[in-house]
T-cell receptor, first 115, second 113 residues
Framework: DGGITQSPKYLFRKEGQNVTLSCEQNLNHDAMYWYRQDPGQGLRLIYYSQIVNDFQKGDIAEGYSVSREKKESFPLTVTSAQKNPTAFYLC??????????????FGPGTRLTVL | GQQLNQSPQSMFIQEGEDVSMNCTSSSIFNTWLWYKQDPGEGPVLLIALYKAGELTSNGRLTAQFGITRKDSFLNISASIPSDVGIYFCAGLSLNTNAGKSTFGDGTTLTVKP
């Protein structure tokens, strides 16, 4: 089955701790993305990556870090510098770097709660 | 940057009614996408539109790519309770770095049985 997996589904952490959210895809997609979603709100882009070993900041990158060591994997670390980390985090991937047929496909999300 | 205005923000309808929502932008897009997000899940792609004027259906859902390339519409006919969720539009431009999508803020649909 091809798709995007995010783990875990629910994550609880104490304030001040770093936490890493996993995102894996077996769709052979080049680009991957991380979004944050707060209750009743839309999707805000945190980071994205076009290719292995390269990534770019999105609109709300402060307090987050990423790596892209493998094409299939794009983990997101929520650091203690992120002032309000409790949110629903969505990972997505898309097949091509350029071109109009570049639909993003989403994982099931991870709900992070910082206590 | 590019922005999408999605409306309405929320809708409360009776089962069996038809639904219409739309997205508009000041920028031109080459692709329009419509997603549905169930509570606690990731968005699922419903319909993709690639040409101005294109009209595409997926079951009871019909979406159109506006002639000006600055808007798109989604219609749901004969709504049922499982249509409940958040519907997002997204636009893609050939000029957008890494093929990033620009997302609307979503339309939250509530269907009363």
């Amino acid at each position: 089955d091809g798709g995007i997996t995010q783990s875990p589904k629910y994550l609880f952490r104490k304030e001040g701790q770093n936490v890493t959210l996993s995102c894996e895809q077996n769709l052979n997609h080049d680009a991957m993305y991380w979004y944050r979603q707060d209750p009743g709100q839309g999707l805000r882009l945190i980071y994205y990556s076009q290719i292995v070993n390269d990534f770019q900041k999105g609109d709300i990158a402060e307090g987050y870090s990423v790596s892209r060591e493998k094409k299939e994997s794009f983990p997101l670390t929520v650091t203690s510098a992120q002032k309000n980390p409790t949110a629903f985090y969505l990972c997505a991937s898309s097949p091509f770097v350029s071109g109009s047929r570049n639909e993003q496909f989403f994982g099931p999300g991870t709900r992070l709660t910082v206590l | 940057g590019q922005q999408l205005n999605q409306s309405p923000q929320s809708m409360f309808i009776q089962e069996g009614e038809d639904v219409s929502m739309n997205c508009t932008s000041s920028s031109i897009f080459n692709t329009w996408l419509w997603y549905k997000q169930d509570p606690g899940e990731g968005p699922v792609l419903l319909i993709a539109l690639y040409k101005a004027g294109e009209l595409t259906s997926n079951g009871r859902l019909t979406a159109q790519f506006g002639i000006t390339r600055k808007d798109s519409f989604l219609n749901i006919s004969a709504s049922i309770p499982s249509d409940v969720g958040i519907y997002f539009c997204a636009g893609l431009s050939l000029n957008t770095n890494a093929g990033k999508s620009t997302f609307g803020d979503g339309t939250t649909l509530t269907v009363k049985p």
